[in-house]
């Protein structure tokens, strides 16, 4: 908080009211012995404004900001441009004061754009229908594996070794809770993983990733036909939702539910988030979807509105039989993705995908001719990896002492394994420039 109005004759009468003769007192239930003592680490006393907004931006200026810095991470969290127009529009009072609609039938502006939300996100996916967002696209995939435990009334989920390591986190940890099994199939770095083999009729789902998270791009057609063979259901992961602007949409391919990272369209980095999960699943299973639903209807003079037709909040009346506990939806950064991909368009939104992979290719060239450098795609879209003579960590680290953000090591997220140990995974979005990529390039010259 900037800016605490609170006088002393504030604190006075306040303590006056609840009977306190001092703020201290407000503490005495807490033993001596666990007061500190001393002040924290040498913090200094109370300063001004000024002073505080100094000591802050030195902090600041120690980062490496990815607008004035080499950027090459993804990962899961991509640097588009946001058009300004973006905030704009979502900080009008209208919108930035609107949460979660209690009563739908008074909040039309807010249910309309999570109408358009919806028909968005079906018509990039490929799908039937879609809920009004989740909180992000990893723990919208846990949400996913739970819906197909209970459409088909399995308990183990088959995951593939080309998901992202947080999602797989957060499926791991929903198992030891929810009661379900999780079998992990190993590390996919080459993308030559094959789950056919492994759907039986104890599979619930299997769950992958397109782009995989080290940047291979499959068509699992042939997965989705083995998946319904057996009675199971595909779940296809999408973390970089402008991939969709070239790539087949999940539902061409069989998907039966399809989880989107949404934070590329509209939304900041924000050092992790608030981020938005795209969530959408066929008809038939549309009552087994977490999350709210928007439908279009008519009032009594038969004028167009908008009605929360599927909500989760009927949670607080059927409790376990809820089909979610998620009981909200990331709706300001709903609204950003809406606005965003509505002044991009169709076209818009295919040429931004066609720049994102030119830039990303262009890029893959440049590597793929310093020696050490090795590519592992054979295909990519605006993600790939490489692999280096030595620990990836340690590149990293040497290139950002040169102010180059050079990709993730792969053994950030998954560690304690040797066979990724010198795995490098890059990113390169429309943001990126040929004066960006060829420090990149002539600093990895000097560092392998």
Known sequence: MRYLPLTDADRREMLS????????????????????????????????ELEVERAFQGFAAKNLSPASTPFFIGAGAYRHHVPATVDYMIQRGEFLTSYTPYQPEITQGT???LFE?????????????????????????AEAVLMANRITRRHKALISGGLHPQYRSVIETT????????????????????????VDRDTSCVVVQNPSFFGHIRDFTKLAAACHAAGALLIVVVTEVVSLGLLMPPGEMGADIVVCEGQS??????????YVGLFA??????????????GETVDADGKR?????????????????????????????????????????????????????????????????????????????????????????????????????????????????????????????????DAGMDPLVAALKEVL
């Open 17 to 48: 009211v609840i009977g306190a003769k001092s703020v201290d007192e407000l503490f005495r239930d807490v033993p001596a012995s666990a007061r500190l003592a001393a002040k924290v680490g040498g913090l200094p006393d109370h300063q001004g």
């Open 111 to 113: 249910l309309q754009y």
């Open 117 to 141: 939300f919806q028909t968005q996100v079906t018509l990039l996916t490929g799908m039937d229908v879609a809920n009004a967002s989740m909180y992000d696209g990893s723990t919208g995939t």
């Open 175 to 198: 198992a030891k809770w929810e009661g379900f099994t999780a079998a992990l199939s190993k590390t996919d770095a080459e993308g030559l993983e094959d789950l056919i083999a492994a």
């Open 265 to 274: 369209i509209g939304n900041g980095l924000g050092f992790g988030g608030p």
């Open 281 to 294: 699943t066929r008809d038939k299973y549309m009552r087994q979807m977490p999350g709210r639903l928007v």
């Open 305 to 433: 509105g908008f009605v929360l037709t599927l909500s989760t909040r009927e949670q607080h009346i059927r409790r376990e039989k809820a089909t979610s506990n998620i009981c909200t939806n990331a709706g300001l950064c709903a609204l950003a993705f809406t606005v965003h991909l509505t002044l991009l368009g169709e076209a818009g939104f295919a040429r931004l995908a066609e720049l994102n992979h030119a830039k990303a290719s262009q890029l893959a060239d440049k590597l793929a001719a310093v020696p050490g450098v090795k590519l592992l795609n054979d295909s990519f879209f605006n993600e790939f990896t490489v692999k280096l003579p030595k620990p990836a960590a340690e590149v990293v680290e040497a290139l950002a002492a040169k102010r180059i953000l050079g990709g993730l090591p792969v053994s950030r997220l998954i560690p304690n394994d040797p066979s990724v140990e010198n795995l490098l995974l890059l990113a390169a979005t429309e943001t990126a420039t």
